[in-house]
């Protein structure tokens, strides 16, 4: 007899592995709007052994949040100019604590910025100042830490107490896709439980134009043993293969993309049918 642990079952029947199949590929179709919920042919099923879970998950249910539109959904922040001519981004974030659904039928109790996870994408062009003013709405020490350049004071390291305050400010540098997260102890169980997002700071140039989608690539231990069962991209299980990417043929398409998979020592980024350049 053959015993099938819970995470195993999960893996196999409920959330499936994503590596990336769970974006199942961006369609090449022309790009009118979010597509309709589409069934899953049963080639495809086979072909990842079975691990394709089972129904959809309302986004306008638990989680009041959409990964189809995290994929575009740039945070600027509220823009002012500073007496020096510099530009200041304001933006505001809250930690929470908030049940969200992951799978179908599958609950996570997560740690959250602004009620979502991953936070929001906060977006800026190099140089320009930032100044977050966070507030820890939970039961928990939370802090933020800002990938990239900053003083030794805006680093995040000193946690912000119960219903506590902190002004986060510094100037966005060096250009580049960057993360931030929460960086109380233990970092692994305030990372896991959804306190991350990413952090998009622009060349001063600019890029050539393109279609852009940001893509965090994360997984759940819902039984806290030190093990993920539920595997996802912008959080919920196998939501791209049920909401297709659609891009135009010959579209430049530009992806970012940051692993924040704990409890794994190594994920991957695999685009089907798709050939494209890192």
Known sequence: MTTVSRRNFLKAGTAGVLGAAGLAALATRPAQGDSPPVDVHPSHREGHAGNVMVGDVDPNGVNQFDPTAILTDWDYGKVSTLPSGQTLREYEMFASEKEIEIAPGVYFPAWTYNGRVPGPTIRCTEGDRIRVHFVNGTSHPHSIHFHGLHPSGMDGLDP????????????????????????????????????????????????????????????????????????????????????PIQAKVGELVRIYVINIVEFDPINSFHLHANFFDV
């Open 160 to 243: 912000v107490p119960v219903g506590g305050t902190f002004i986060y400010e510094f100037d966005a540098e060096p250009f580049g896709l960057h993360l931030y997260h929460c960086h109380t102890l233990p970092l692994k169980r305030h990372i896991h439980k959804g306190l991350y997002g990413g952090f998009i700071v622009d060349p001063k140039g600019g890029r050539p134009p393109a279609r852009e989608l940001f893509m965090m690539m994360n997984a759940f231990d819902t039984n806290f043993d030190g093990g993920n069962e539920v595997y996802a991209v912008n959080t919920v299980g196998f939501h791209y293969l049920r909401h």
